[in-house]
């Protein structure tokens, strides 16, 4: 028999599960894509029991392609901020899961921040209104959708994050996240892990529907239909945070997915952050320390390289890194103060701009523009975005940041080195690149008393670093270059642009 445990990384682009033997080495996976669709512009949705279903088939599917495998054990990686409604007594779904990137509840933050307890929500949770955080999701979905009113009205009602729904439906009823978790949805109190009743009724939300916070590692393991207990669950990327062994205060690392987040581990202590960082928990594990993070959010990174792909201008993401190569801008410093560039901002802006009706620009093209530079450009916009974040934590830090990176697009050398040259520092690359899932896997061996938080730490190997190559002389200008480049484009933020046409209209009917 060979005990292995399970790492499920339910992600924005797939459900994908992880089997690690004792040792900590990945021995099968299994994935399956999730589709995601797009009703209205800025709404970014998928179909809940598609969600768990596919929990089920990659955990089944990864256990049965190692013969004789024993599961001993799982652990649950979720998605953050995406939240759903759910029927309380059934598991089933009453709504769609409204994803993270989702902006639709942009008018539930304006008249949230149009009352007197805005401040007192941004203090007690250290989050700034927006809605990339969960809890205007909430007060959107018990506004405008009768199925969700219904079932809070008779007490049926169960909503918040995804990982509720996930234990709800696997672990025969339990309605239960972890604080990790709810440090995203701008409900939780960052200094008590316990979620507020006055920042729930400053979003028109009963704090009774929602669930338990619990701790990341339970005490006591979920029995659960897969064929193993429960013995933790984190939200992505602190899960991804303890793989990368970032267990120290200062230790930073950046996933690259769907988008990149880029974290910080800052010790025992909450941590109200500026800069346009925010404040996350990071895990609680039985015996260790409490841990508190910062964070800055890239929204778009993989979806940029998939757009460029989609529109037919690349084969796939390797494609992509190899026309950006090419570019001749890549090896040219004057070309590339010229070069069009590309803010990738396709659901707004996070840190440090923080610009939630933002969209996607493309400036500076010519008609000898070709799908090189454009190439190029996508790939920069990346980096130049995760490099203002690592600006900020530096900021915050007062040094600079000792970085590590992961996540598919992580592989994409291209992007790295130019990643390494924008931030002007080495980046060590993680071997494993799916360390959400393997944090996950981990967070339930430590559970099980199998492993300690140092163990899993010590998992992470790091054989390639890229060292920067470009001159300080060329990164300072290149990097101001962006930063006017982003200034400049406020105005063209769909509101900020229909608000100039309102005002021609009323000029010229005047």
């Known amino acids: ?25 990945c021995v099968a996976t299994a994935r399956k894509r999730s589709h995601t669709a797009h009703p209205l512009p800025g709404w970014d949705e998928q179909d809940g029991d598609a969600l768990v279903n596919a929990i089920e088939e990659t955990v089944r599917e990864a256990v049965a392609s190692v013969p004789g495998a024993e599961l001993a054990g799982i652990g649950l990686a979720n998605q953050g901020e995406s939240v759903i409604a759910f029927n309380r007594l059934t598991g089933a779904p009453l709504s769609k899961a409204i994803l993270w990137s989702d902006r639709r509840a942009g008018t539930i933050v304006d008249r949230v921040a149009d009352t007197p307890a805005a401040a007192g929500v941004e203090e007690v949770t250290g989050l700034r209104l927006d809605p ?53 949805t701008q409900l939780m109190a960052l200094d008590d892990l316990r979620f507020d009743p006055e ?33 933790a669950s984190a939200t992505d990327q602190l899960a991804a945070l303890a793989a990368l062994g970032a267990i120290s205060p200062g230790d930073t690392k950046m996933t690259y997915g769907t988008g990149c987040f880029i974290d910080t581990n800052v010790g025992a202590q909450p941590c109200r952050p500026g800069h346009g ?92 523009s070709d799908r090189q530079d454009l190439a190029f450009a996508v790939l920069d916009g990346i980096a130049q975005r995760v490099a203002d974040v690592v600006d900020a934590v530096d900021a915050e830090l007062g040094m600079p940041a000792t970085l590590r990176a992961d996540g598919g697009l992580s592989v994409n050398r291209t992007l790295m080195q130019r990643q390494a040259d924008l931030c002007g520092r080495p980046i060590a690359i993680a071997d494993h690149h799916d360390n959400t899932a393997a ?23 790091f054989s390639c670093t890229m060292e920067p190559t470009l001159p300080e002389e060329q990164r300072v200008p290149e990097r101001a270059r962006w930063r006017a480049f982003v200034e400049a484009s406020t105005s063209l933020d769909p509101p900020a642009l229909t608000e100039v046409a309102r005002r021609r209209t009323e000029e010229r009917n005047r």
Request: a negative charge; glycine letters at 12%.
């Open 439 to 461: 944090g996950a896997a981990g967070l339930a061996a430590i559970g099980a008393g199998e492993l300690d938080l140092g163990g899993l730490a010590t998992r992470a190997r």
């Open 132 to 184: 990339y955080y969960s809890a205007a999701r909430i007060a959107w979905a018990l506004l405008n959708l009768p199925e969700v009113a219904a079932a809070a009205a008779d007490g049926t009602l169960a909503i918040g994050t995804l990982d509720t729904f996930f234990i709800h439906r696997l672990a025969y009823g339990a309605y239960v996240t972890d604080p990790s978790t709810g440090s995203r």
């Open 1 to 25: 028999m060979t005990r292995v445990w399970a790492g499920i990384d339910q992600g924005t682009t797939s459900t994908r599960t992880n089997l690690y033997d004792d040792a900590g080495n």
């Open 277 to 368: 960082l925010m404040p996350t928990y990071a895990w609680t594990i039985p015996g260790e320390p409490k841990a508190w993070a910062i964070e800055g959010g890239v929204f778009s990174a993989g979806t940029a390289v998939d757009w460029f792909v989609g529109l037919g201008l690349a084969e796939n993401a390797s494609h992509v890194a190899t026309l950006a190569a090419s570019c001749s801008a890549a090896e040219d410093f004057e070309l590339r103060m010229q070069h069009p560039v590309f803010l990738p901002s396709f659901t707004g802006i996070g840190a440090p701009w923080w610009r939630s009706d933002a969209a996607g620009v493309l400036a500076g093209l010519r008609a000898s």
């Open 199 to 231: 920042c729930a009724a400053a979003f028109g939300i009963d704090a009774a529907l929602l669930p338990e916070i619990v701790d990341t590692v339970f005490t006591e393991p979920l029995p659960t239909i897969l064929g193993a207990p429960l013995y």
